[in-house]
C-alpha cells in the first residue's frame, strides 16, 4: 500500500541567506519539522521557471505539476478562488484599487472605483474581493474604463489547466492556493477559521486535513499563507510565531495521521518572502520528505542522492533559539532550513516533471 501523499505548502516561508542574520526557519522553534527532517530526506527545489517573476500563482502549480511558460492569469485564479462563474469567451480582470502613489486604496476609495468602473464598463460584471481588490468579468478586450486613475490592472496571463486527479483534496483559505488548487482540479475546502493570515486556526486546517486522510483521499494539500502576509507585513516576530505555530498545530497532527494511515509526508515554502523587504525571491527553497516512519524511532537519512555529500554546518541560530541543544532535537544540519540545504545539488522541478 502506497498510502496518502499529504503535501504541506509554508507560503512565503523561507528567505534569502545572507550575513549572519538567522532566517525565520532557523530561529523558529519546529520540534515536529525537525524529526521530520532527522528521519526523512531534504532537498532543494528550485520552483519558479527562469524569466517569470516569484509567486504563489508560479510556484504552487509547479510544485504540483504545471509549469507555467509565462505570465500565469491571475484574474482566472482569483474568480476560481471565490466560485465567481466565468463563462467560455470571458475573461477575469484582477484590478486593484490605487491611492496617487500607487498604494492600496482604502474602503471608501475602493468602493468609489468600484462603482466608478461598473458604470463605465456596464457590459462587464465588477466584484469586490478583499480590501482594495476587484475583479471585472467579463468578455475581451479589456475595456477602456480600466484605465481609469486610481486603478491598476494585473496583466493577462495563461490560465492554469487541471492536471491533478480528481481526488485531490486542498486546504486553504479563500486566495490564491485555493483559485489555484481549484483551476488544477482539486477539490477545495476551507475551514471556518482559516484566513491565510498569521493569525488563522491551523488547527481547523489540519482537522479538514485529517478527516481527507482518515476519509481515504490520496492526495492532500495544506496550503498555510500567514508566513507570506507575516512577511510582506515586515513582521519579524510574526513570521516566526505562524511557522511555530504551523509545526504544532499542522504539522505535528497530519505526522500522527500519516503514520496511522501510512503514505508521506512533505513540508516546503513555495517561493521566499524576506520580512526585511516584503518582498518575494525565487531562490530555490528547502523541502522535507517524511516517508511516514515513526517520529523518533530511528534516524534513517533518507536514500535520496540529494542529500549524500551534506555536511554538518555551524549552528547559524545558536544564539537565538537553541534547537540544537534540546534533548531529541534534530542537529542544525538536518532541519528544514535554507541554511542546511545550501551545500545539495538544486532539483529543478520544471524538467523533471516536464520529462514524466
Ligand atoms: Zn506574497
Redesign the pocket.
Do not use: Q, Y
Given at each position: 500500500m502506497v498510502g496518502v501523499d499529504v503535501l504541506v505548502i509554508l507560503?512565503?516561508a523561507s528567505e534569502p541567506l545572507g550575513g549572519a542574520r538567522a532566517t525565520s526557519l532557523e530561529r523558529a522553534s519546529t520540534p515536529a519539522l525537525d524529526a521530520l527532517a532527522r528521519e526523512g530526506t531534504l532537498s532543494r527545489l528550485r520552483m519558479v521557471p527562469a524569466g517569470l517573476a516569484p509567486?504563489?500563482e508560479v510556484a504552487i502549480p509547479t510544485l504540483l505539476g504545471w509549469i507555467p511558460d509565462g505570465t500565469v492569469d491571475r484574474g482566472a485564479i482569483e474568480a476560481a478562488a471565490r466560485g465567481i462563474a466565468v463563462a467560455p469567451g470571458e475573461r477575469a480582470w484582477r484590478v486593484d484599487a490605487v491611492t496617487p502613489d500607487g498604494d492600496r486604496a482604502g474602503d471608501a476609495a475602493t468602493r468609489r472605483a468600484a462603482r466608478a468602473l461598473q458604470a463605465d464598463a456596464c457590459a462587464h460584471a465588477v466584484h469586490r474581493l478583499a480590501g482594495h481588490r476587484l475583479l471585472l468579468v467579463g468578455p475581451p478586450p479589456l475595456p477602456a474604463a480600466t484605465r481609469a486613475v486610481g486603478l491598476r490592472v494585473w496583466p493577462e496571463g495563461v490560465v492554469i489547466s487541471p492536471t491533478l486527479e480528481r481526488s485531490t483534496v486542498m486546504v486553504a483559505a479563500i486566495g490564491a492556493a485555493a483559485g489555484i488548487g481549484r483551476l488544477m482540479g482539486a477539490r477545495v475546502l476551507t475551514p471556518a477559521g482559516a484566513t491565510g493570515g498569521p493569525a488563522s486556526d491551523l488547527a481547523a486546517k489540519a482537522a479538514c486535513a485529517v478527516q481527507a486522510i482518515t476519509g481515504g483521499a490520496t492526495r492532500v494539500i495544506v496550503h498555510v499563507g500567514g508566513p507570506?502576509?507575516a512577511?510582506?507585513l515586515l513582521d519579524f516576530e510574526a513570521k516566526v510565531a505562524v511557522i511555530e505555530r504551523a509545526d504544532r498545530d499542522l504539522i505535528a497532527p497530519l505526522a500522527a495521521a500519516i503514520r496511522r494511515a501510512s503514505g508521506t509526508l512533505r513540508v516546503c515554502p513555495d517561493h521566499g518572502?524576506d520580512p526585511a523587504t516584503g518582498q518575494?525571491d525565487a531562490h530555490p527553497v528547502p523541502c522535507v520528505r517524511w516517508p511516514g516512519r515513526d517520529l523518533g524511532a530511528r534516524g534513517a537519512h533518507g536514500d535520496d542522492p540529494a542529500v549524500t555529500g551534506m555536511r554538518p554546518a555551524a549552528d547559524p541560530a545558536g544564539d537565538t533559539q537553541g534547537n540544537g541543544d534540546a534533548a531529541g532535537a534534530a542537529p542544525v544540519s538536518r532541519r528544514l532550513t535554507e541554511r542546511a540545504v545550501a551545500d545539495l545539488a538544486v532539483t529543478d522541478l520544471m524538467p523533471r516533471l516536464v520529462a514524466a
Open positions: 507560503d512565503g509567486g504563489s507570506d502576509e512577511a510582506h518572502c518575494h
